[in-house]
Every structure is written in C-alpha cells, then in structure tokens.
C-alpha cells in the first residue's frame, strides 16, 4: 500500500516538473535567444562595442569611401541632434536624438512666419524711402553729382549696419541650425586673442542660457541701434534713442545669466557682445556735431612762424552742436522702416531667452532596418525643457544599450526601457536632474545580466550627490541605489570586469578610479590617480585597463593591471604617460598596444605591457572628441569635421585612408556585420568594404 502511495506520488512529481519546463521553456529560450544576441558578432550592443572594448571582432572591415562612393549601403537622415553612437542588435539599428516638442515646434513655425513678413517689410519700406527721397531730390532740381555725394557717409554706414543686422537676425531665425557653425569661428578668433572663455559664448544653442542671451541680444541691440538711425536726423528722438541704447547695456550685463559652468560672466566679455550697437549709437550722437573753421581777419602783421600758424589754424576751429526738427519723428516710411527693423529685434531676442526654453524638448528614440536604412519607428520618450550643457553636448549625448530584447536609454532627465517594436516598457523620471545640470548628462547605461546600471554624476555647484542606481531591466524595480562621495565632476561610461564568478563596476573619476559590487553596489577598492575632470572612459583588455584624461586639471595617460584571486582583485599601475594624454577621446588596447588621442588630434601608440612610445603623430583636421575604435588590425579616428582616419595597428605608423564626409561629428563609430555605421551631420552612413 505504502509503495504504490510513493508511485503515484512519484508519477505526480515528475508529470508536475514536465508541466514546469514546458512552461518555462520559451522563457529560457526568450533569455538564452537574448544572451546569444548580446555576444553574437554581428551585434554592437553598448557604448563602444560589446563590453565597452571599442573592439570589433569583424573581418573585411571597410577602409576608403566618399560622400558618393559605390560601398556606402545606405544613407538616412536623422531628424533633430544628438551626439549618441548608433547600437546593432536583432538586425535593427538604434539610436536616440532630440528635437523640438509639438507646442515649441508650432511656436517656432509662427516665429519664422513673423520674421519673414518683416524682413520682407523692412526691404520694401527701405527701397520706397530711398526711391521717394531720390524723386524729391529731382524735383528740387538738385544735380545728380550732388545726390549721389550727399550725405553718402552716412547713407554707406545706415546700408552697411542694416545689412549687417538683417543678416544676423536671419541667421539665427531662419538658420539656427548653422548659426553655431558660424559663431563657434567668431568665438574662436577671441580666445585666439585673450580671451579663452569666448569661444563657447558664441552660440544660439537652447540650453546654454548665458551664449543664448549674450548672442542673441548682442544682434538685438544692434538692430535697435540701426532702428534709432531711421528716424529724423538730428531730432530730439534720434538722440534719445541712441542714449537708451547705449544704457541698455547696463541691464544687459546686469542680468545676463551664469553660464554653462555656472559661474559669473567677466563684464570684459559681456561688453564684446555690445560693442557693435554702441559703435552705431555713438555714430548717431556724432552726427549732432559739426566741425568748421572760422575765417581768419585780414591783418597786416607779419606772417607766424610755422607752429604758431598751426595753433592759429587750431584755435580757428569750431564745434557745434546742431539740432533741427526737435520734436518731429520723421517721414512715414523712414519711421516705419524703424518700427519693423526694432519689432525683428524684439523677436530675435525675447523668445529664445524667455519662451522657447519652457516649451520643451522631445528625447526620442529612433529604430532602422539595419540592411536598408528605412526608419522603422520613432517614439518619444521625455518631452521637458532645454536643461543647461555644455556647447559640445546635446540633449541626446549618452548611448543606448541592449541586449537584443530591452533597450535602455538615458537622457538625464529620466531613464526608460523599450522593447524592439518601439513600446515604452518603463520610465523614470530625474526630478532633481533639470536645476543640477551643468555640462548635461553623458554617461551611457550599461546592462549586467538582469540589471541596467545607471550613473548621474554630481557636477560643480550641484545642490545634490552623485547617484548611481542598479535597475530590473524588466520591471524598472531598483535593485540597488548608492551615493559615492569619490565619485563626482566627470562625464564617464563606467566600465564592467568580470572575474571568475565576481562582477565589479569600475568608474573613473576626479583623482581616483573605484569599483562596487555590480550584484549589491558595495563598495569594493579604491586607487589614486594623477587627473582630475574626466571624459573618456576606461579602455580594458583582460587585466589590463587604461585610464587616460583630464580635460581640466592635471592629466595623464594611466596603465594599471588588475591582481588577486578569489574575488579580492585590485589594481596595480604598471606604467605612466603624460605625452599628449586624451581628453574626451577614450582610448583602446588593441593587439598588444594602446592607442590615445588627444581632443587635437595628436595620436599616440604605446606597446600596452611596457608603456614605450612606438610612434606619436598629428592627425588632419580639427578636434577628435569621438573615442577610437579598433578592429581587422586598423584603428579608426573621427573628427569633428566628419573626416575618419583609417590607421594600421602596427608599431609604425601608417594612414591607411581618410575619409571625409564633411559634416558634424561627435558620435563613436560602430560596427556589425563587417560595417560601419557612421552619424555625421544629419545622416547616419552605413558603410561596407568596396568590392574589387
């Protein structure tokens, strides 16, 4: 009796357990599919590469191409902007940008309108008034010689100024797009010549509030100038508007905004901003004098040595200070063509400062169909306001992450995690990130088994500390939250590093490098280095990792070696370098060497054991902000200009290739499937090797 009980209890048992696995099957398959897809060669899942190696195991790696050359698969543009590397995974190509909400979008539209209709009334106003004051003229009888020199310094100056100011105000209505490109020259050309900070208060960028607000009222306040010189000359109302414009530098510099650093503004630099409209203004006040000589009484005396007839020539002249029409504003059209040019001068000025910021921003993710191109989806994911970063940086700088079912993204106001049709699985929004952005968030998510790990680093003169926070990548659940004190000012993707069966997350940051516990964020070791502000992240090969950096400070290109067994692993430098050490660019250990570039293009080869210097060469172009990216025994640096440098790994130097696409770049490289996937400009390229 007792042993047929046991039968059946034991048949029960095990039809129990097949229900189970047959149960549980697509879930492990669902997991295994997901593993296998993260690791597969044809995949880039993260931030340079699979495990953030900026390795590509892929052969037939394409070398030579052009805007118009036959291996460029195919070519989408991407709408808004954003400094993000695209990732590969499950034969989709993702990536994230950010562009104008809906209401900023429409308000835009009515901005552009408005614009339009006065510009094109100004030109119309100013060509009637010329073509009625040449006809008056004629009917005076007064002869054309005299017309054409009448008056023609002023006339050439109130053409010159006009022109100027309407081409400013299209540039940044019309055109903001590429006003940065023409500003960033301008602000170059001071910090050329002393004043270092310039360069980034050039800029009609959202969330630089101080660039935005000196920039855009600089050409305001030009226009007001040029606008005070419509109106009749030497009138009452002339001069007092020239007055008003040149006061109204004082509020000007008084409440222009801290800028992206958060620190005051010297008012040497404010005033460079200021200048154009108080050299019109002044014109205007001078033209209220004349300057004559008196005629000298007829004497019999003998004639004065020659300084003596110099100081009588001196003494001769006269200064007046004329005014005529005191109270009369002017004719119709001169007065209409003032109303226009300061009504554009408004709108150049107050949106962008007071409206625009508010209206919000969209961060979205986009999908592509990794063999065509064809944008398959895009979904918006945080609609918020222009939060304050660096000019460099965008409202879409950190990359995503997957591993071929969850896509995580991070843009500093909240992190959220899609599937691969485009639904938002979950959210979570960063209440304190908005007021505490300094730079704008940069580091890119990572995925560590069932966790997506997250980190928000506290900048200068934030009110809060720098968290970082372990997610269930499928229910948004937090699995774990620290607030490291070493851990703050820099803008790094941390890095994994497994060790037998131990994990750890290993950050760089100001002075130190750390690393916590990836299961339960417990801190494990902590090691000194010779930087401060750091970008670019860590590069690892086995035990070997490097850190390389400081854009601020003391900076240094650090070879460490991780040692210890039995999970109790900790870092031991090797070799040190200070010759041109990277400052936003991460490095790369690739076939036995390290590979540095410094943000002007200077690229260094070290033999990664030893730390000697096999070569060190300047790359063409401008700055190299993009991180390097090895693979089929080739290195590859992109500038910011769209020129990729093809380069061997080998321990002398050289070029394989440039290529130059001539556009915008920030972005890594990645690379799937034997090809490249370049963002430049507008376009993301997907690039393959050409064919014999």
Sequence with gaps: ??????????????????????????????????????????????????????????????????????????????????????????????????????????????????????????????????VRKLSAEEQKGVPLARRALKGWPNTLFGLLTSLIFIALASLVVFWRGYSDT?????????????????????????????????????IAALGLAVAVGKLRAKSIWRMLGAAAVMLSVIPFAIFTPTDQWTEKIEQSEKLVFAIPSLVVAFWHLLNYFEIDSKQPKETTAAPSDPPGGTLSALNRVEIRWRHKNLWRLGSPLPLCSAILLAALSLLVFIPPNFFETQLGMQRVVLCLDKETGKLLWAKPVFIAPSERKHSDATYATPTAATDGSHIIVNFGVGVACLDFEGAIRWKKRDKGYFQNSRYGASSSPLLAGEMAIIVQEAEDHSKRPTWIAAFDKRTSLTRWRIQPENIRGCYTTPTLYRHGDTEQLIIASVGNVASYDVQTGGFLWMQRIPTEQLVASIAVSGDLFCIGGGTYGPNATVMMRMIGSNGRTRPEEIWQSDEDPPGDCSPVIYAGKLFTISDKGKITCFDAISGKIFWNKRLKGGRYLSSLIAGDGKVYACNTRGLTTVIAADEKFRIIAENDLKGRCFATPAFADSRIFLRIGPDLYCIEKERP
């Design 182 to 218: 023409v500003f960033a020259k301008t602000g170059l050309f001071f910090s050329n010549h002393g004043y270092p900070d310039m360069e980034h208060l050039f800029s009609m960028d959202a969330g630089v509030h101080a660039s935005v607000w000196l920039t855009s009222g600089g």
């Design 1 to 130: 009796m007792v042993k047929k009980l046991q039968h059946k209890i034991n048949r029960s048992a095990r039809l129990f357990l097949v229900v189970c696995l047959f149960l549980l099957a697509p879930a492990q398959g669902t997991a295994l599919a997901a593993q296998a897809e993260e690791t597969s060669p044809g995949t880039w899942p993260q931030f340079r590469g699979p495990e953030g190696l900026g390795i590509s195991s892929d052969s037939n790696l394409p070398e030579v191409w052009s805007r118009n050359s036959p291996n460029i698969k195919w070519k989408t543009k991407i709408p808004g902007r954003g400094n993000s590397s695209p990732v590969v995974s499950n034969g989709r190509v993702i990536l994230t940008t950010a562009y104008k909400s809906q209401k900023a979008a429409a308000w835009r539209t009515f901005i552009v309108g408005a614009c339009s209709v006065l510009v094109v009334a100004y030109i119309a106003a100013a060509l009637a008034a010329f």
